[in-house]
């Protein structure tokens, strides 16, 4: 509960000077900050590719690295500091990937929706394992089809119009995040 207070309070706060920021701009800087938020694969100069792909391959190898950190930490954190884990090192490398991953994606093609919470539950459900030596490479590359595919929606084949890549992949997610928090209850009141 608490973990959630801060979140919200932090949001608020960082929502406040958004709008203090979004007040004293220009046409020109809202209008650019409005389309970031709609989010676009297809706005990065051939630098701005480079310094994503550097930093997304950064954040592929450090998760790589952390498959067995993650195998690990599925058996509770005590159990996994009692066969040698430093907990704390491992809850900040998964930070770090996160962070990097996440952070650098939304720096360059904006805030993409739903691809970070429903990809790893569906290649979860769909694999049937809990091995992260599947998970992560399998989240990797659905994510990238998912990603791909909400992309080549949002193009709208035929016409010259595109969506923002934003509401589609909001469209496609919403449906599995309620799946699974159904399914999840679903599963608690059978036992």
Same mark, same amino acid.
Request: proline share 3%.
């Given at each position: 509960?608490?973990?959630?207070?801060?979140?919200?309070?932090?949001?608020?706060? +960082?929502? #406040?000077? /958004?709008?203090?920021? !979004?007040?004293?701009? *220009?046409?020109?800087?809202?209008?650019?900050?409005? +389309?970031?938020? $709609?989010? @676009?694969?297809?706005?990065?100069?051939?630098? !701005?590719?480079?310094?994503?792909? &550097? %930093?997304?391959?950064?954040?592929?190898?450090?998760? $790589?690295?952390?498959?067995?950190?993650?195998? #690990?930490?599925?058996?509770?954190?005590?159990? &996994?500091?009692? =066969?040698?884990? *430093?907990?704390?090192?491992?809850?900040? !490398?998964?930070? #770090?990937?996160?962070?990097?991953?996440?952070?650098?994606?939304? &720096?360059?093609?904006?805030?993409? #929706?739903? =691809?970070?919470?429903? /990809?790893?539950?569906?290649?979860?459900?769909?694999?049937? %394992?809990?091995?992260?030596?599947?998970?992560?490479?399998?989240?990797?590359?659905?994510?990238? =089809? +998912? $990603?791909?595919?909400?992309?080549?929606?949002? !193009?709208?084949?035929?016409?010259?119009?595109?969506?923002?890549?934003?509401?589609?992949?909001?469209?496609?997610? =919403?449906? /599995?995040?309620?799946?699974?928090?159904?399914?999840? *209850?679903? *599963? @608690?009141?059978?036992?």
């Amino acid at each position: 509960m608490t973990v959630l207070i801060i979140g919200m309070m932090l949001a608020s706060g +960082i929502s #406040a000077i /958004v709008s203090i920021m !979004q007040y004293f701009s *220009n046409e020109t800087m809202l209008k650019a900050y409005v +389309i970031w938020t $709609m989010g @676009s694969l297809g706005n990065l100069s051939a630098g !701005q590719l480079n310094v994503l792909a &550097a %930093t997304v391959g950064t954040g592929v190898l450090l998760s $790589m690295a952390s498959v067995k950190t993650l195998n #690990a930490l599925l058996i509770g954190e005590n159990y &996994a500091s009692s =066969i040698g884990l *430093n907990a704390r090192f491992a809850r900040m !490398q998964v930070f #770090a990937c996160t962070s990097i991953l996440a952070g650098s994606v939304t &720096a360059f093609c904006g805030p993409i #929706a739903f =691809i970070g919470i429903a /990809v790893p539950h569906l290649v979860r459900n769909l694999l049937r %394992t809990s091995d992260h030596r599947l998970l992560v490479p399998g989240t990797i590359f659905a994510g990238a =089809i +998912i $990603m791909l595919l909400s992309d080549t929606l949002a !193009q709208l084949p035929g016409t010259e119009n595109v969506l923002p890549v934003n509401s589609v992949t909001s469209l496609i997610g =919403i449906p /599995v995040v309620v799946w699974i928090i159904l399914r999840n *209850n679903r *599963n @608690s009141e059978l036992f």
